[in-house]
Every structure is written in structure tokens, then in C-alpha cells.
């Protein structure tokens, strides 16, 4: 069920008629309490989207009671119009919430949308959506919402974590345009844990930045992601902070790969560890430069275990960045060591990729840190998936 897995949330997602498909396109979750905690974590791309402004300032006091999101629409680029659709999207929310008998005021409504850049959004047809959204409201209702975030998205991405006696839940969307800063497309994330706004702030923060973060598929950084957690209480159970931390990564963590796994046109999903770096960040540049290079995700989609790609694209960070020995770096690609201390390795021919996952591991034999970047090949038919510029 996602965002209703945890206790104290409803939810639904309707087609509004946004798309001109007929799918859902609109959804809306609530946070019924009796705690109304929040975080946020967004895009750190400098032109963000009129939805990003407004929801940072939301959740800025730790708390939101709402959020309404809509796929169809991007709401980017759109000019001090599209902050004013934003604002009133966020009134009308609290208005049909407040009708209903939950007293929701404006400020506490976080707003997303995904979708086509430099498009105003259809009001009429999106504030007739959350009407519908809101009287369907349910503790059911969250495969619902996940379906109306899609975007070119072929399934919904649902996690949930459960502990004793509370749980994490979420979902998400994205199948292009992933290489966040701080955060992914659109996420929400709830729990019935009773945690306080810097307990929320710091486990989301830390989570996002292991899990969401490290997804890296295109190299282009949308300008409308978002990640929100919001927390009920209603479990009235108060894990410690590392606990809660762990579950919600648990769950950002299985996000990441189902987003990677949808990654438009690719036919493999490919895991770059690198290990033994001096720091995690240093890790975390190497392992993104060899994500990023197209020369690399090309040799995969073509099956050819190419390790000179990968050590080419590690020597591309800086030293200060990430000192290493470059005539000391080991690659295993798929279990097999194809390059030994910068040189030849065991035979390249033994590396099956036939299968869907990868797994490439680079030691730098420099410190002790790790870390991995998850991101998928590049196809003939990546071109033909993105033909259409969305976030």
C-alpha cells in the first residue's frame, strides 16, 4: 500500500484528465496524525520549479498536514503565473481538506508536479482532480496515488519497511532524467513512528544522500525533485534514531533500484562500487564519473567488459577529490577480475552480461571507505524514450 502502509495516512489518485492518455494523473495523501511532522529534501538544480519553491517553504517549519501531486505537468519554468497556480492548488487543498472535516491550512499543503517543461498546468481540470482525490481518500488508497505520479514510468514504485510496532512506506516515480541533487523526481515518504522534525530532518537527509542521491541514469538533473517525509505518530512507538534512519533507508534504497530498473530504454541495471577510497566521498566522485561516462554504459549495453573504460573514467576526478595510486586499481566486473594494478586481469571473455544486473567494483587499495552509484546502459532505445523533455 506505500504511503497508507504506515498508520495515519489516507491517500488516493485519480484521473483528472491532465494526461491526454485517461491515466491517473492526480493524487493527494494526507496526514491524519496525531503528529504532523515533515521533512523535505529538493532539487539542488538553479532553476527549480514553482511546486519546489513553494514545498520548501512548507515543510521549512517541520511540518506539513498535506500534499497534492500531479504527473501530466511539470510546472517549471513557468514564470511568477506559475508560483500563483502553485499557491492556489495549495489553498484549494486546504479548502476541500477543511470541508471534509480535517482542518488543513494552506501553509502546511506541499505541492509536486511532474511532467512537460513550460507548460502552465490546466487548473480547472487540476483542482477538479484533488476534489475527486479528496473524497476518495482512503487508508487503502496508496497504490492509487503511486499509479498518479507516473510519468513514462511502465510501473508504480511502491516500498515498505516494517519494524516492531511502527513502519516506513513510500513511493516514487521516475524512469528518466535522474541524476539528482539531493533528492529524486518525486517521493513521498511516510511513517507511524513518533519522531520529532530533527530526528526527520537528519534520517532523511543522511537516507536521501546513500540511497536517492547515488541514482544516476542520464546525468541530467530534473528541476522539480522532491522528497517528503511525513510522520503521524500514530503508532506511538519512538524508535531510536539510528533505527528509524535504517528503516527509511531501507526503503529509499529499494526505491532507487526499482527507479533504476525502469530506466528508460536500458537493458541492464549496473551496481559501481568503489571501495577502499580514502573517504565515502571520494568514493561516491569516483563511482559517479564512471556512471556518467557513455563510453562505459554503451560497452555494457553492448556486452563487452571494457574495464579500460572504467579506470579512464576514475582517472578523470581530480587528486585533491580522490587521492589514489592509479597504477594500483584492481575492476571486477561481474565477479571476475578483468584488470589487476592498472593492467591486464584474469581473462574478460569469462564476464557473463547476458543477465539484467551488472555489478562493476573498483578498489583504489587507497582507504577503507565505499561507496556504490547505481545507474543502467545506454541503449539504441534511449533515444526513442526521450523524446519528449519532462521532469
Known amino acids: 500500500m506505500s504511503v497508507t502502509a504506515a498508520q495515519g495516512f489516507a491517500a488516493f489518485g485519480v484521473a483528472a484528465g491532465i494526461k491526454s492518455t485517461g491515466a491517473k494523473d492526480v493524487a493527494v495523501v494526507v496526514n491524519e496524525g496525531p503528529s504532523k511532522v515533515a521533512a523535505g529534501v529538493f532539487t539542488t538544480n538553479r532553476i527549480e520549479a514553482a511546486p519546489v519553491t513553494w514545498s ?15 504527473s501530466g505537468g511539470a510546472n517549471a519554468c513557468t514564470g511568477p503565473e506559475g508560483f500563483v497556480d502553485t499557491h492556489r492548488t495549495a489553498e484549494h487543498v486546504a479548502q476541500a481538506l477543511s470541508a471534509s472535516g480535517r482542518e488543513v491550512g494552506a501553509g502546511d499543503v506541499a505541492v509536486c508536479s511532474t511532467g512537460l517543461i513550460g507548460l502552465r498546468l490546466p487548473m480547472d481540470t487540476l483542482l477538479t482532480g484533488a476534489d ?28 515498505v519497511a516494517g519494524r516492531d510496532g511502527w513502519t516506513v512506506g513510500g ?45 544516476d541514469s542520464d546525468g541530467c538533473m530534473s528541476t522539480n525533485d522532491t522528497v517528503l517525509l511525513m510522520a503521524s505518530g500514530a503508532a506511538g512507538q519512538s524508535p531510536d534514531p539510528s533505527q ?71 582517472g578523470t576526478v581530480p587528486e585533491h577529490v580522490a587521492p589514489f595510486d592509479p597504477t594500483l586499481i584492481d575492476v571486477s566486473i ?58
Not at 561481474?334 to 562493476?360: I, K, M, P
Request: one cysteine or more; a negative charge; glycine letters at 6%.
Open 244 to 314: 528509524f534512519e535504517a528503516a527509511l533507508t531501507e526503503v529509499l534504497a529499494d526505491l532507487s533500484r526499482q527507479l533504476v530498473a525502469d530506466a528508460e530504454g536500458a537493458s541492464h541495471d549496473i551496481a559501481v562500487t568503489v571501495e577502499n577510497a580514502t573517504t565515502e566521498a571520494a568514493a561516491e566522485e569516483v563511482a559517479r564519473a564512471i556512471t556518467r561516462s557513455n563510453l562505459f554504459k554503451a560497452a555494457i549495453f553492448g556486452e563487452d567488459p571494457n574495464w579500460g573504460r572504467v579506470i579512464s573514467a576514475a
Open 56 to 70: 520548501r517553504e512548507v515543510v521549512s517549519d517541520g511540518r506539513a498536514d498535506a500534499v497534492i501531486l500531479n
Open 132 to 159: 475527486a482525490a479528496i473524497v476518495g481518500l482512503s487508508h487503502d488508497g496508496g497504490d492509487a496515488a503511486a499509479e498518479a505520479i507516473m510519468t513514462t514510468d511502465s510501473r508504480p514504485k511502491k516500498a
Open 171 to 215: 513511493m516514487a516515480k521516475g524512469a528518466g532524467m535522474l541524476a539528482p541533487g539531493m533528492a529524486t523526481m518525486l517521493c513521498v515518504v511516510t511513517t507511524d513512528a513518533k519522531i520529532d522534525a530533527s530526528t526527520a530532518k537528519a534520517a532523511l537527509a543522511s537516507a536521501v544522500s546513500r540511497t536517492l542521491n547515488r541514482v
Open 334 to 391: 561481474n565477479g571476475v577480475q578483468v584488470c589487476r594494478a592498472a593492467g591486464v586481469g584474469d581473462d574478460r571473455d569469462l564476464v557473463d552480461l547476458t543477465g539484467r544486473e551488472v555489478t562493476v567494483v573498483v578498489d583504489l587499495h587507497a582507504g577503507d571507505a565505499t561507496a556504490t552509484v547505481w545507474t543502467n546502459d545506454l541503449t539504441h532505445d534511449y533515444v526513442h524514450e526521450n523524446s519528449a523533455y519532462s521532469s
